[in-house]
């Protein structure tokens, strides 16, 4: 089911009811780059396709891990439900383990999502101001996550965990649950520094771990205490 957002619409009405439906307690997003490729090099040297393939191979393998670990609690994947990188390998590995998944991309990246086999509901989100962009989805996709591992990623990964970020220090202002960010270190890009991007030790300390995670397995042990997904056993 694909759904169009446009403006101030209300998708959260129809999060609770998906949730509601398939029995789902928790949202557990994976964010990270859609494309990757060596700077400095032709984009028709061997050397690039020789290291998209490497850089496949480790984000499957952590992904793969930890949705592995993940597929036996009452949890919604979530990603940017696109046919590249993270977005696509997270939906994939989600689907095989029998998981329901959900992706929140931009009007101008619809051409580029994946279809129905691989999601089980999409939004598709307009431009609040202007023509669409990629980014204009970062707010929502945000909103609705609990808890997201981060491999890798740049500007668009950026944009999306400075928003996490953000809805944190109210949160945490008023006493409720933060979403909990996990880096998985040595993937490169925004994972790598994420930890020294919030100025706040304290809300640093709270939605993030205070060591290095390097694995998408510790990353899953991880986010299973921070949710309590113990209490959401299928």
Request: with cysteine; hydrophobic share 40%; proline share 4%.
């Amino acid at each position: 089911m694909v759904i169009s957002i446009c403006g101030k619409e209300d998708y959260s009405l129809i999060v609770e009811e998906f949730k509601h439906k398939h029995g789902i307690h928790k949202i557990v997003a994976f964010s990270g780059g859609a494309s990757t490729s060596l700077s400095g090099i032709s984009k028709d040297d061997p050397l690039q396709n020789e290291y998209e393939k490497i850089v496949q191979n480790v984000e499957t393998k952590i992904i793969g891990e930890a949705i592995g670990l993940l597929r036996d609690y009452r949890i919604a994947v979530l990603t940017g439900g696109t046919k590249w990188g993270v977005p696509f390998i997270a939906s994939r590995k989600a689907k095989e383990y029998g998981l329901k998944t959900i992706g929140v991309y931009p009007l101008v990246g619809k051409k580029h999502a994946l279809g129905e086999e691989h999601l089980d509901l999409s939004f598709c989100v307009g431009p609040l101001v202007g023509q669409s962009n990629w980014g204009d989805e970062s707010p929502i996709f945000a909103n609705l996550l609990d808890g997201v591992i981060v491999c890798a990623g740049g500007a668009g990964t950026l944009t999306e965990c400075a928003h996490i970020l953000k809805i944190n220090e109210h949160l945490l202002k008023s006493g409720n649950p933060l979403k909990y960010l996990v880096p998985i270190a040595g993937t490169g890009g925004v994972a790598d520094f994420l930890q020294i991007i919030s100025s706040n030790p304290d809300l640093r300390s709270r939605c993030m771990p205070n060591k290095r995670v390097v694995s998408g397995l510790h990353a899953a042990e991880i986010l299973r205490e921070e949710l309590e997904l113990e209490d959401y056993l299928i």
